[in-house]
Protein backbone atom coordinates (compact mmCIF):
# COMPACT_ATOMS: atom_id res chain seq x y z
CA UNK A 1 0.00 0.00 0.00
CA UNK A 2 1.16 3.56 -0.82
CA UNK A 3 1.65 5.64 1.78
CA UNK A 4 -0.12 9.37 1.90
CA UNK A 5 -1.15 11.55 4.66
CA UNK A 6 -4.11 13.13 6.46
CA UNK A 7 -3.31 16.38 8.83
CA UNK A 8 -6.06 16.30 11.73
CA UNK A 9 -5.60 19.45 13.42
CA UNK A 10 -7.09 19.25 17.13
CA UNK A 11 -7.67 22.32 18.86
CA UNK A 12 -5.07 22.59 21.84
CA UNK A 13 -3.07 19.85 20.59
CA UNK A 14 0.12 19.25 17.92
CA UNK A 15 -1.61 18.70 14.54
CA UNK A 16 -2.01 14.86 13.65
CA UNK A 17 -0.34 13.44 10.19
CA UNK A 18 -2.27 10.16 9.84
CA UNK A 19 -0.76 7.80 6.48
CA UNK A 20 -3.27 7.24 3.74
CA UNK A 21 -3.30 3.76 2.21
CA UNK A 22 -4.77 3.31 -1.28
CA UNK A 23 -6.55 -0.03 -2.54
CA UNK A 24 -6.08 -1.84 -5.60
CA UNK A 25 -10.04 -0.76 -6.16
CA UNK A 26 -12.42 1.80 -3.62
CA UNK A 27 -11.56 4.26 -1.02
CA UNK A 28 -8.61 5.10 0.35
CA UNK A 29 -8.52 4.63 4.09
CA UNK A 30 -7.00 6.92 7.02
CA UNK A 31 -4.85 5.10 9.54
CA UNK A 32 -6.37 6.33 12.18
CA UNK A 33 -4.93 3.74 14.77
CA UNK A 34 -2.28 6.09 16.34
CA UNK A 35 -5.02 8.45 17.70
CA UNK A 36 -5.46 6.48 21.03
CA UNK A 37 -1.82 7.46 21.75
CA UNK A 38 -2.90 10.80 21.42
CA UNK A 39 -5.83 10.43 23.80
CA UNK A 40 -8.50 10.13 20.95
CA UNK A 41 -10.93 8.26 19.28
CA UNK A 42 -13.34 7.93 16.04
CA UNK A 43 -16.39 7.81 16.86
CA UNK A 44 -18.46 5.58 13.95
CA UNK A 45 -21.74 3.95 14.81
CA UNK A 46 -22.59 1.28 12.70
CA UNK A 47 -18.93 1.50 11.11
CA UNK A 48 -20.45 3.05 8.13
CA UNK A 49 -16.90 4.81 7.45
CA UNK A 50 -14.85 1.93 8.76
CA UNK A 51 -12.40 -0.50 7.15
CA UNK A 52 -11.76 -3.10 9.69
CA UNK A 53 -8.95 -4.84 8.23
CA UNK A 54 -7.32 -5.48 4.62
CA UNK A 55 -8.78 -7.97 2.66
CA UNK A 56 -8.12 -9.46 -1.50
CA UNK A 57 -11.38 -11.76 -1.20
CA UNK A 58 -14.52 -9.80 -2.38
CA UNK A 59 -14.68 -5.81 -3.43
CA UNK A 60 -17.55 -3.93 -3.87
CA UNK A 61 -18.62 -0.80 -5.38
CA UNK A 62 -21.99 0.82 -4.16
CA UNK A 63 -22.03 3.40 -6.46
CA UNK A 64 -21.86 1.24 -9.85
CA UNK A 65 -23.63 -1.81 -8.35
CA UNK A 66 -20.46 -4.14 -8.68
CA UNK A 67 -19.45 -7.28 -6.85
CA UNK A 68 -16.22 -9.13 -7.23
CA UNK A 69 -15.00 -12.37 -6.20
CA UNK A 70 -11.32 -12.14 -6.27
CA UNK A 71 -11.37 -10.13 -9.35
CA UNK A 72 -14.48 -12.35 -11.17
CA UNK A 73 -17.54 -10.48 -11.44
CA UNK A 74 -20.80 -11.99 -9.81
CA UNK A 75 -22.72 -11.47 -12.99
CA UNK A 76 -19.96 -14.08 -14.76
CA UNK A 77 -19.25 -16.53 -12.00
CA UNK A 78 -23.41 -17.00 -11.33
CA UNK A 79 -23.81 -17.43 -15.33
CA UNK A 80 -20.55 -19.16 -16.30
CA UNK A 81 -19.46 -21.01 -12.72
CA UNK A 82 -20.96 -23.08 -10.40
CA UNK A 83 -20.52 -23.08 -6.21
CA UNK A 84 -17.86 -25.32 -5.32
CA UNK A 85 -16.18 -23.64 -8.31
CA UNK A 86 -16.58 -19.80 -6.68
CA UNK A 87 -15.46 -22.21 -2.83
CA UNK A 88 -12.22 -22.57 -4.68
CA UNK A 89 -12.21 -19.59 -5.62
CA UNK A 90 -12.86 -18.08 -2.72
CA UNK A 91 -10.56 -20.10 -0.08
CA UNK A 92 -7.47 -19.97 -2.36
CA UNK A 93 -7.46 -17.14 -4.86
CA UNK A 94 -7.43 -17.97 -8.27
CA UNK A 95 -9.86 -20.73 -10.37
CA UNK A 96 -8.99 -24.35 -10.16
CA UNK A 97 -7.56 -26.36 -13.21
CA UNK A 98 -10.24 -29.19 -13.96
CA UNK A 99 -7.97 -31.68 -11.83
CA UNK A 100 -7.77 -29.23 -8.84
CA UNK A 101 -11.37 -28.85 -9.25
CA UNK A 102 -12.26 -32.38 -9.33
CA UNK A 103 -9.46 -33.04 -6.13
CA UNK A 104 -11.58 -30.76 -4.52
CA UNK A 105 -15.29 -31.81 -5.20
CA UNK A 106 -14.15 -34.70 -4.55
CA UNK A 107 -13.03 -34.12 -0.99
CA UNK A 108 -16.68 -32.02 -0.48
CA UNK A 109 -18.21 -35.47 -1.30
CA UNK A 110 -15.89 -37.64 0.99
CA UNK A 111 -17.01 -34.98 4.18
CA UNK A 112 -20.70 -34.59 3.64
CA UNK A 113 -21.96 -37.19 6.19
CA UNK A 114 -21.99 -36.06 9.99
CA UNK A 115 -20.93 -37.98 12.51
CA UNK A 116 -24.21 -40.07 13.83
CA UNK A 117 -24.02 -38.89 16.81
CA UNK A 118 -24.94 -35.53 15.57
CA UNK A 119 -28.76 -36.53 14.84
CA UNK A 120 -29.21 -36.57 18.42
CA UNK A 121 -28.78 -32.84 18.94
CA UNK A 122 -31.65 -32.46 16.96
CA UNK A 123 -33.82 -34.73 19.60
CA UNK A 124 -32.70 -31.72 22.26
CA UNK A 125 -35.47 -29.21 20.31
CA UNK A 126 -39.08 -28.88 19.41
CA UNK A 127 -40.38 -30.40 16.59
CA UNK A 128 -41.92 -26.52 15.89
CA UNK A 129 -38.18 -24.78 16.45
CA UNK A 130 -36.95 -22.54 14.05
CA UNK A 131 -34.53 -23.98 11.90
CA UNK A 132 -31.88 -21.32 12.61
CA UNK A 133 -32.22 -21.81 15.72
CA UNK A 134 -31.75 -25.37 15.37
CA UNK A 135 -28.13 -24.34 13.34
CA UNK A 136 -26.75 -22.40 15.90
CA UNK A 137 -27.06 -25.18 18.21
CA UNK A 138 -26.04 -27.82 15.92
CA UNK A 139 -22.71 -25.80 13.79
CA UNK A 140 -21.55 -24.79 17.64
CA UNK A 141 -21.37 -28.45 18.82
CA UNK A 142 -19.57 -29.35 16.01
CA UNK A 143 -16.22 -28.43 17.31
CA UNK A 144 -17.28 -30.98 20.33
CA UNK A 145 -16.58 -33.69 17.12
CA UNK A 146 -13.33 -32.42 15.66
CA UNK A 147 -10.95 -32.26 18.59
CA UNK A 148 -8.00 -33.46 15.45
CA UNK A 149 -8.11 -30.13 13.88
CA UNK A 150 -8.68 -26.76 16.33
CA UNK A 151 -5.53 -25.70 16.37
CA UNK A 152 -5.90 -22.27 14.23
CA UNK A 153 -2.22 -21.72 13.66
CA UNK A 154 -1.70 -25.04 11.53
CA UNK A 155 -2.68 -24.55 7.73
CA UNK A 156 -3.69 -27.98 7.48
CA UNK A 157 -6.22 -28.29 10.35
CA UNK A 158 -7.78 -24.62 8.82
CA UNK A 159 -7.95 -26.44 5.43
CA UNK A 160 -9.61 -29.76 6.64
CA UNK A 161 -11.87 -27.26 8.63
CA UNK A 162 -12.50 -25.59 5.67
CA UNK A 163 -13.62 -28.64 3.81
CA UNK A 164 -15.66 -30.46 6.96
CA UNK A 165 -17.83 -26.97 6.88
CA UNK A 166 -18.44 -26.40 3.39
CA UNK A 167 -19.19 -30.31 3.08
CA UNK A 168 -21.55 -30.92 6.48
CA UNK A 169 -23.37 -27.35 6.02
CA UNK A 170 -26.02 -28.57 3.41
CA UNK A 171 -26.29 -32.02 5.41
CA UNK A 172 -27.06 -30.23 8.75
CA UNK A 173 -29.40 -27.61 6.57
CA UNK A 174 -31.57 -30.65 5.46
CA UNK A 175 -31.56 -32.53 9.07
CA UNK A 176 -32.87 -28.85 10.28
CA UNK A 177 -35.76 -29.34 7.69
CA UNK A 178 -36.52 -33.26 8.16
CA UNK A 179 -36.63 -32.62 11.99
CA UNK A 180 -38.88 -30.17 11.89
CA UNK A 181 -41.50 -31.85 9.35
CA UNK A 182 -40.81 -35.25 11.16
CA UNK A 183 -39.50 -36.96 8.21
CA UNK A 184 -36.15 -39.47 8.22
CA UNK A 185 -32.85 -37.56 7.71
CA UNK A 186 -31.62 -38.51 4.44
CA UNK A 187 -27.95 -39.32 4.30
CA UNK A 188 -26.16 -37.24 1.19
CA UNK A 189 -25.32 -39.17 -1.61
CA UNK A 190 -21.65 -39.04 -3.33
CA UNK A 191 -23.07 -39.56 -7.69
CA UNK A 192 -24.76 -36.29 -7.00
CA UNK A 193 -23.75 -32.20 -7.52
CA UNK A 194 -23.53 -30.49 -4.42
CA UNK A 195 -27.02 -28.65 -4.96
CA UNK A 196 -28.62 -32.03 -6.17
CA UNK A 197 -27.31 -33.28 -3.10
CA UNK A 198 -29.15 -31.18 -0.85
CA UNK A 199 -32.32 -30.82 -2.91
CA UNK A 200 -32.07 -34.85 -2.32
CA UNK A 201 -31.37 -34.72 1.43
CA UNK A 202 -34.63 -32.28 1.45
CA UNK A 203 -36.98 -33.61 -0.15
CA UNK A 204 -36.22 -37.21 -0.93
CA UNK A 205 -37.12 -40.22 1.40
CA UNK A 206 -36.02 -44.16 1.88
CA UNK A 207 -39.26 -44.79 0.32
CA UNK A 208 -38.37 -43.58 -3.50
CA UNK A 209 -35.47 -42.54 -5.84
CA UNK A 210 -35.27 -38.55 -5.59
CA UNK A 211 -36.46 -36.64 -8.32
CA UNK A 212 -34.39 -33.90 -8.77
CA UNK A 213 -35.41 -31.48 -11.50
CA UNK A 214 -31.85 -30.07 -13.56
CA UNK A 215 -33.45 -26.29 -13.64
CA UNK A 216 -34.12 -26.72 -9.76
CA UNK A 217 -30.97 -27.72 -9.04
CA UNK A 218 -29.16 -25.24 -11.46
CA UNK A 219 -31.65 -22.40 -9.50
CA UNK A 220 -29.88 -23.49 -6.22
CA UNK A 221 -26.52 -23.49 -7.44
CA UNK A 222 -27.08 -20.07 -8.30
CA UNK A 223 -28.52 -19.16 -5.01
CA UNK A 224 -25.61 -20.69 -3.38
CA UNK A 225 -22.97 -18.49 -5.68
CA UNK A 226 -24.97 -15.37 -5.06
CA UNK A 227 -25.33 -15.52 -1.30
CA UNK A 228 -21.31 -17.40 -1.18
CA UNK A 229 -19.60 -13.83 -0.08
CA UNK A 230 -20.10 -10.04 0.81
CA UNK A 231 -17.16 -8.61 2.29
CA UNK A 232 -17.61 -7.03 5.60
CA UNK A 233 -21.11 -7.19 6.31
CA UNK A 234 -22.86 -7.88 9.87
CA UNK A 235 -22.10 -11.48 10.13
CA UNK A 236 -18.80 -12.24 8.11
CA UNK A 237 -17.32 -8.99 10.56
CA UNK A 238 -18.88 -10.95 14.03
CA UNK A 239 -17.03 -14.38 12.77
CA UNK A 240 -13.80 -11.92 12.42
CA UNK A 241 -13.81 -10.59 15.81
CA UNK A 242 -14.79 -14.06 17.17
CA UNK A 243 -12.01 -15.21 14.95
CA UNK A 244 -9.87 -12.65 16.43
CA UNK A 245 -10.24 -14.07 20.24
CA UNK A 246 -9.08 -17.70 18.86
CA UNK A 247 -12.12 -18.96 19.22
CA UNK A 248 -12.54 -22.62 17.49
CA UNK A 249 -13.42 -21.92 13.35
CA UNK A 250 -16.78 -23.93 14.64
CA UNK A 251 -17.75 -21.54 17.06
CA UNK A 252 -17.08 -18.44 15.12
CA UNK A 253 -19.46 -19.97 11.99
CA UNK A 254 -22.13 -20.08 14.72
CA UNK A 255 -21.51 -16.76 15.97
CA UNK A 256 -22.22 -15.45 12.13
CA UNK A 257 -25.16 -17.48 11.71
CA UNK A 258 -26.80 -15.72 14.82
CA UNK A 259 -25.70 -12.69 13.40
CA UNK A 260 -27.26 -13.84 9.77
CA UNK A 261 -30.73 -14.00 11.58
CA UNK A 262 -31.50 -10.72 11.71
CA UNK A 263 -34.45 -9.21 9.43
CA UNK A 264 -31.90 -6.45 8.43
CA UNK A 265 -29.92 -8.83 7.37
CA UNK A 266 -29.73 -12.58 6.48
CA UNK A 267 -33.44 -12.88 7.62
CA UNK A 268 -34.98 -10.71 4.96
CA UNK A 269 -34.77 -13.52 2.61
CA UNK A 270 -37.77 -14.35 5.31
CA UNK A 271 -39.06 -11.22 6.35
CA UNK A 272 -39.65 -10.35 2.52
CA UNK A 273 -42.30 -13.13 2.03
CA UNK A 274 -44.10 -12.59 5.65
CA UNK A 275 -44.09 -9.18 4.19
CA UNK A 276 -45.77 -9.98 0.77
CA UNK A 277 -48.23 -12.62 2.40
CA UNK A 278 -49.40 -9.10 4.79
CA UNK A 279 -49.24 -7.03 1.74
CA UNK A 280 -51.35 -10.05 0.83
CA UNK A 281 -52.97 -7.64 -2.83
CA UNK A 282 -52.00 -5.40 -5.20
CA UNK A 283 -54.60 -2.84 -3.89
CA UNK A 284 -52.81 -2.57 -0.58
CA UNK A 285 -49.46 -2.00 -1.81
CA UNK A 286 -50.17 2.04 -1.63
CA UNK A 287 -50.68 2.03 2.22
CA UNK A 288 -47.61 -0.35 2.93
CA UNK A 289 -45.66 1.68 0.75
CA UNK A 290 -46.79 5.15 2.97
CA UNK A 291 -45.87 2.95 5.86
CA UNK A 292 -42.81 2.06 4.61
CA UNK A 293 -42.27 6.11 4.67
CA UNK A 294 -43.73 7.10 8.12
CA UNK A 295 -40.92 7.67 10.14
CA UNK A 296 -43.09 7.05 13.52
CA UNK A 297 -44.10 3.60 11.68
CA UNK A 298 -41.18 0.81 12.40
CA UNK A 299 -42.44 -1.09 9.26
CA UNK A 300 -39.60 -1.04 6.49
CA UNK A 301 -40.05 -2.42 3.26
CA UNK A 302 -38.03 -5.55 3.33
CA UNK A 303 -35.68 -6.67 0.59
CA UNK A 304 -35.23 -3.08 0.19
CA UNK A 305 -32.41 -0.55 0.82
CA UNK A 306 -28.49 -1.81 1.12
CA UNK A 307 -26.11 -0.23 3.43
CA UNK A 308 -23.29 -0.33 0.06
CA UNK A 309 -25.37 -0.46 -2.80
CA UNK A 310 -26.65 2.86 -3.49
CA UNK A 311 -27.55 2.14 -7.51
CA UNK A 312 -28.21 -1.83 -7.53
CA UNK A 313 -27.54 -5.26 -5.99
CA UNK A 314 -26.19 -6.77 -8.81
CA UNK A 315 -27.40 -10.48 -7.37
CA UNK A 316 -30.74 -9.15 -7.18
CA UNK A 317 -30.43 -8.33 -11.55
CA UNK A 318 -29.50 -12.07 -11.55
CA UNK A 319 -31.94 -13.52 -9.47
CA UNK A 320 -35.04 -11.27 -10.56
CA UNK A 321 -33.70 -13.28 -14.40
CA UNK A 322 -33.60 -16.43 -12.73
CA UNK A 323 -36.29 -16.17 -10.73
CA UNK A 324 -38.44 -15.55 -13.79
CA UNK A 325 -37.00 -19.00 -15.16
CA UNK A 326 -37.27 -21.09 -12.77
CA UNK A 327 -41.17 -20.30 -12.67
CA UNK A 328 -41.47 -20.24 -16.40
CA UNK A 329 -39.73 -23.57 -16.64
CA UNK A 330 -42.02 -25.08 -13.77
CA UNK A 331 -44.98 -23.50 -15.17
CA UNK A 332 -45.90 -21.29 -11.58
CA UNK A 333 -48.17 -18.13 -11.85
CA UNK A 334 -47.03 -17.10 -8.60
CA UNK A 335 -49.14 -14.36 -7.44
CA UNK A 336 -46.53 -13.53 -4.85
CA UNK A 337 -44.24 -12.76 -8.02
CA UNK A 338 -46.17 -10.53 -9.63
CA UNK A 339 -47.36 -8.49 -5.70
CA UNK A 340 -43.54 -8.58 -5.18
CA UNK A 341 -42.93 -7.01 -9.32
CA UNK A 342 -45.52 -4.53 -8.57
CA UNK A 343 -44.65 -3.51 -5.12
CA UNK A 344 -41.01 -3.00 -6.94
CA UNK A 345 -42.30 -1.03 -10.15
CA UNK A 346 -44.20 1.18 -7.68
CA UNK A 347 -41.33 1.61 -5.03
CA UNK A 348 -38.90 2.18 -7.88
CA UNK A 349 -40.95 5.29 -9.04
CA UNK A 350 -41.59 6.70 -5.48
CA UNK A 351 -39.30 9.78 -4.70
CA UNK A 352 -39.03 8.54 -1.42
CA UNK A 353 -37.13 4.87 -2.47
CA UNK A 354 -35.26 6.98 -5.16
CA UNK A 355 -34.12 9.91 -2.95
CA UNK A 356 -32.72 7.65 -0.70
CA UNK A 357 -31.35 5.28 -3.23
CA UNK A 358 -33.45 2.00 -2.02
CA UNK A 359 -33.13 -0.91 -4.42
CA UNK A 360 -34.18 -4.53 -4.38
CA UNK A 361 -31.51 -6.34 -2.66
CA UNK A 362 -30.61 -9.71 -2.87
CA UNK A 363 -33.58 -11.28 -0.70
CA UNK A 364 -36.14 -9.62 -2.43
CA UNK A 365 -35.95 -12.00 -4.96
CA UNK A 366 -34.32 -14.86 -3.48
CA UNK A 367 -37.62 -16.04 -1.47
CA UNK A 368 -40.01 -16.20 -4.23
CA UNK A 369 -37.71 -18.46 -5.94
CA UNK A 370 -37.01 -20.91 -2.93
CA UNK A 371 -40.57 -20.89 -2.43
CA UNK A 372 -41.49 -21.84 -6.01
CA UNK A 373 -38.89 -24.62 -5.64
CA UNK A 374 -41.18 -25.97 -2.22
CA UNK A 375 -38.59 -24.74 0.56
CA UNK A 376 -40.41 -23.52 3.62
CA UNK A 377 -39.87 -19.83 4.24
CA UNK A 378 -38.74 -20.62 7.98
CA UNK A 379 -35.99 -22.16 5.92
CA UNK A 380 -34.78 -19.50 3.77
CA UNK A 381 -32.11 -18.01 6.14
CA UNK A 382 -31.07 -21.74 6.89
CA UNK A 383 -30.05 -21.64 2.84
CA UNK A 384 -28.35 -17.98 3.01
CA UNK A 385 -25.76 -19.12 6.08
CA UNK A 386 -25.18 -22.22 3.84
CA UNK A 387 -24.09 -20.06 1.20
CA UNK A 388 -22.12 -17.76 3.26
CA UNK A 389 -20.04 -20.13 4.84
CA UNK A 390 -17.39 -20.13 2.62
CA UNK A 391 -17.00 -16.56 2.96
CA UNK A 392 -17.10 -16.24 6.37
CA UNK A 393 -14.43 -19.26 6.12
CA UNK A 394 -12.59 -17.50 3.39
CA UNK A 395 -12.80 -14.22 6.08
CA UNK A 396 -11.55 -16.45 8.93
CA UNK A 397 -8.69 -18.02 7.44
CA UNK A 398 -7.51 -14.76 5.53
CA UNK A 399 -7.53 -13.09 9.38
CA UNK A 400 -5.96 -15.64 11.07
CA UNK A 401 -3.20 -16.59 8.51
CA UNK A 402 -1.87 -12.89 8.38
CA UNK A 403 -0.54 -11.31 11.73
CA UNK A 404 -4.04 -9.73 13.55
CA UNK A 405 -5.18 -8.38 16.71
CA UNK A 406 -7.91 -9.14 19.03
CA UNK A 407 -10.58 -7.02 17.83
CA UNK A 408 -11.40 -4.89 20.51
CA UNK A 409 -13.83 -1.42 20.07
CA UNK A 410 -13.75 1.38 22.45
CA UNK A 411 -16.68 3.72 23.30
CA UNK A 412 -18.39 7.24 23.53
CA UNK A 413 -18.66 7.21 27.34
CA UNK A 414 -21.39 9.52 28.49
CA UNK A 415 -22.86 7.64 31.67
CA UNK A 416 -22.34 8.94 34.88
CA UNK A 417 -19.01 10.23 36.43
CA UNK A 418 -17.41 8.39 39.41
CA UNK A 419 -19.68 8.77 42.64
CA UNK A 420 -19.72 7.26 46.20
CA UNK A 421 -21.49 3.68 46.99
CA UNK A 422 -24.98 4.90 49.08
CA UNK A 423 -25.59 2.13 51.75
CA UNK A 424 -29.22 0.78 51.19
CA UNK A 425 -30.64 2.11 54.43
CA UNK A 426 -29.43 5.26 53.28
CA UNK A 427 -31.29 5.56 49.43
CA UNK A 428 -34.33 7.44 49.47
C1 LIG B 1 -28.29 -8.22 3.44
O1 LIG B 1 -24.07 -5.82 4.37
C2 LIG B 1 -24.33 -6.71 3.48
O2 LIG B 1 -23.60 -6.85 2.51
C3 LIG B 1 -25.59 -7.52 3.72
C4 LIG B 1 -25.96 -8.50 2.61
C5 LIG B 1 -24.96 -9.61 2.48
O3 LIG B 1 -24.91 -10.23 1.40
O4 LIG B 1 -24.30 -9.93 3.48
O5 LIG B 1 -26.06 -7.81 1.37
C6 LIG B 1 -27.29 -9.17 2.89
O6 LIG B 1 -28.36 -8.07 4.63
C7 LIG B 1 -29.13 -7.41 2.50
C8 LIG B 1 -30.06 -6.39 3.25
C9 LIG B 1 -31.32 -7.15 3.68
N1 LIG B 1 -32.11 -6.31 4.61
C10 LIG B 1 -33.33 -5.83 4.23
O7 LIG B 1 -33.80 -5.97 3.11
C11 LIG B 1 -34.09 -5.13 5.36
C12 LIG B 1 -34.65 -3.79 4.86
N2 LIG B 1 -33.53 -2.89 4.63
C13 LIG B 1 -33.16 -1.99 5.71
O8 LIG B 1 -33.28 -2.51 6.98
C14 LIG B 1 -31.87 -1.22 5.41
O9 LIG B 1 -31.94 -0.81 4.12
C15 LIG B 1 -30.54 -1.92 5.61
C16 LIG B 1 -30.39 -2.45 7.00
C17 LIG B 1 -30.36 -3.02 4.64
C18 LIG B 1 -29.43 -0.88 5.38
O10 LIG B 1 -29.51 0.00 6.41
P1 LIG B 1 -28.55 1.30 6.47
O11 LIG B 1 -27.54 1.34 5.42
O12 LIG B 1 -28.11 1.43 7.87
O13 LIG B 1 -29.53 2.42 6.02
P2 LIG B 1 -30.53 3.07 6.95
O14 LIG B 1 -31.29 2.02 7.70
O15 LIG B 1 -29.84 4.14 7.71
O16 LIG B 1 -31.52 3.71 5.88
C19 LIG B 1 -31.21 4.92 5.26
C20 LIG B 1 -32.55 5.61 5.18
C21 LIG B 1 -33.24 5.72 6.53
O17 LIG B 1 -34.05 6.89 6.48
P3 LIG B 1 -33.45 8.22 7.20
O18 LIG B 1 -33.19 7.86 8.64
O19 LIG B 1 -32.19 8.58 6.44
O20 LIG B 1 -34.59 9.22 7.02
O21 LIG B 1 -33.44 4.84 4.34
C22 LIG B 1 -34.52 4.36 5.11
C23 LIG B 1 -34.14 4.51 6.58
O22 LIG B 1 -35.30 4.76 7.37
N3 LIG B 1 -34.68 2.96 4.75
C24 LIG B 1 -35.83 2.36 4.47
C25 LIG B 1 -35.48 1.05 4.12
N4 LIG B 1 -34.16 0.88 4.20
C26 LIG B 1 -33.66 2.06 4.61
N5 LIG B 1 -37.11 2.81 4.49
C27 LIG B 1 -38.05 1.92 4.13
N6 LIG B 1 -37.80 0.64 3.77
C28 LIG B 1 -36.53 0.16 3.76
N7 LIG B 1 -36.28 -1.09 3.39
Not at 49 to 57: Q, Y
Not at 255 to 272: D, F, K, R, T, Y
Not at 354 to 383: Q, R, W
Amino acid sequence: MTEKHATLKIEGKDDLSLPIYSPTLGQNVVDVSSLTGKGMFTFDPGFTSTASCESKITFIDGAKGQLLHRGYSIEELAGKSDYLEVCYLLLFGELPSAAHKEDFVSTVKNHTMVHEQLQFFYRGFRRDAHPMAVMCGVVGALSAFYHDSLDINNPQHREITAFRLIAKMPTIAAMCYKYTVGQPFMYPRNDLNYAENFLHMMFGTPCEESKISPTVAKAMDQIFILHADHEQNASTSTVRLAGSSGANPFACIAAGISALWGPAHGGANEAVLNMLDEIGDISNIETYIAKAKDKSDPFKLMGFGHRVYKNHDPRATVMRESCHEVLKELGIQNPKLELAMKLEEIALSDPYFIEKKLFPNVDFYSGIILSAIGIPTSMFTVIFALSRTVGWVAHWNEMISNPYKIGRPRQLYTGYPERAFTPVDKRD
